[in-house]
């Protein structure tokens, strides 16, 4: 099997959808995020998509193979608030590391299953296979802003904290076997170098692999420019915020959620032309509607994506919110002729 980056210097690479917008297909019920485990548990679990992992680890298997299916390389586990600070609304954190470890090997055995099925009818040339990407959100409390309006010095969350609470995560996330380390949806610059911190501590950390083994795994990295602005929502421009976290050297770059295609496709332009790592993005499916419901047809989606890729502006694409696996579908029949951006040669110059 090609490592990632052979991979990226030779066709763009396709991310799956949304995982949140499935999930609601199955309008599961209290009792089925429960399961028999959690059947006395005393607060209300409805909503914590994470536990699925834990209950209806079926459901989530599937997604994945439904996505692999539709051509995604690269799947995300379903551990979007997988985390102690997160998953204190639902008095879940002592449950963080066994909900990504359980995610982690969920997607690993979508994967198995789905190129075991392949193979059994494929012929001749090189059959690939899909790379687990954890999936590491931006936690529910942010490190930059102020929650009360009335102490605008006051943090929820201590960076202490974040670090621990993602290291746990990590730690999950790698025993379970994912090939890539994704740290997305970032709104707060300061919570992703928490992640970034935790990633690298666990890895100085770790017993050595075996050998053979690869002591580090690929870094993915992916922003959210919240408006018109092009800013994050704790205030920095694009340029800022890539700065503020080309440190951890990721195998990539790029933006996700909050903005459909369209709306998106100037900031992505602009973050091609500084970016010297491979570039990613996965918007939503446009824009919410009056009900917070995504409207935008597979089709239109593909096809601003497909105008990104053709200016060179892209190397991994798919989509967030709202998307499905015909998005992805779409997405991956529009792009698949079309060549990845090259890296650029960026001279090495202090950042002011």
């Known amino acids: 099997m090609k490592s990632i980056r052979d991979l990226l210097n030779e066709r763009i690479l396709i991310i799956d959808g949304a995982m949140g917008t499935m999930i609601q297909n199955h309008k599961l019920a209290?009792?089925?995020?429960?399961?028999?485990?959690?059947?006395?548990?005393?607060?209300?679990?409805?909503?914590?998509?994470?536990?699925?992992?834990l209950t209806q680890p079926q459901i989530i298997k599937e997604i994945h193979k439904q996505y692999l299916e539709a051509g995604a390389d690269i799947i995300e586990t379903n551990t979007f608030n997988a985390q102690k600070v997160s998953l204190a609304d639902y008095h879940m954190e002592e449950l963080a590391y066994e909900i990504n470890l359980?995610?982690?090997?969920?997607?690993?055995?979508?994967?198995?299953?789905?190129?075991?099925?392949?193979?059994?009818?494929?012929?001749?040339?090189?059959?690939?296979?899909?790379w687990v990407a954890g999936a590491i959100g931006p936690m529910n409390k942010t490190l930059s802003l102020s929650p009360d309006v009335n102490n605008p010095g006051?943090?929820?969350?201590?960076?202490?904290?974040?670090?621990?609470?993602?290291?746990?995560?990590?730690?999950?996330?790698?025993?379970?076997?994912?090939?890539?380390?994704?740290?997305?949806?970032?709104?707060?610059?300061?919570?992703?170098?928490?992640?970034?911190?935790?990633?690298?501590?666990?890895?100085?950390?770790?017993?050595?692999?075996?050998?053979?083994?690869?002591?580090?795994?690929?870094?993915?990295?992916?922003?959210?420019?919240?408006?018109?602005?092009?800013?994050?929502l704790s205030g920095q421009?694009?340029?800022?915020?890539?700065?503020?976290?080309?440190?951890?050297?990721?195998?990539?770059?790029?933006?996700?959620?909050?903005?459909?295609?369209?709306?998106?496709?100037?900031?992505?332009?602009?973050?091609?032309?500084?970016?010297?790592?491979?570039?990613?993005?996965?918007?939503n499916a446009g824009l919410p509607n009056a009900m917070g419901e995504y409207d935008e047809q597979p089709e239109d989606t593909a096809h601003h994506i497909e105008e990104w890729a053709k200016e060179g502006f892209v190397n991994i694409v798919g989509g967030c919110c709202g998307t499905t696996p015909e998005h992805i579908r779409h997405i991956a029949e529009h792009v698949k002729n079309i060549k990845p951006r090259p890296l650029p040669t960026i001279e090495n110059t202090l950042v002011a």
């Open 154 to 232: 006051y943090r929820a969350l201590t960076f202490d904290d974040a670090v621990t609470a993602y290291y746990e995560q990590v730690k999950g996330l790698v025993e379970g076997g994912v090939d890539i380390l994704l740290i997305e949806t970032i709104f707060d610059t300061l919570n992703a170098k928490a992640a970034i911190f935790a990633i690298k501590k666990y890895f100085r950390e770790a017993p050595p692999p075996p050998e053979g083994g690869m002591k580090e795994i690929p870094i993915m990295i992916s922003g959210t420019i919240t408006d018109a602005s092009g800013r994050t």
């Open 102 to 130: 359980a995610a982690a090997k969920i997607a690993r055995e979508a994967v198995k299953e789905f190129y075991e099925a392949r193979k059994v009818s494929h012929t001749g040339g090189d059959l690939e296979e899909a």
């Open 237 to 283: 421009t694009l340029e800022a915020f890539y700065t503020s976290v080309m440190h951890a050297k990721p195998v990539s770059i790029g933006l996700n959620c909050a903005l459909g295609a369209k709306e998106m496709r100037p900031h992505i332009e602009e973050l091609s032309q500084i970016a010297s790592c491979y570039v990613s993005a996965y918007p």
């Open 30 to 53: 209290e009792k089925d995020y429960r399961g028999d485990r959690f059947k006395d548990w005393p607060s209300d679990l409805k909503g914590n998509n994470d536990l699925l992992c």
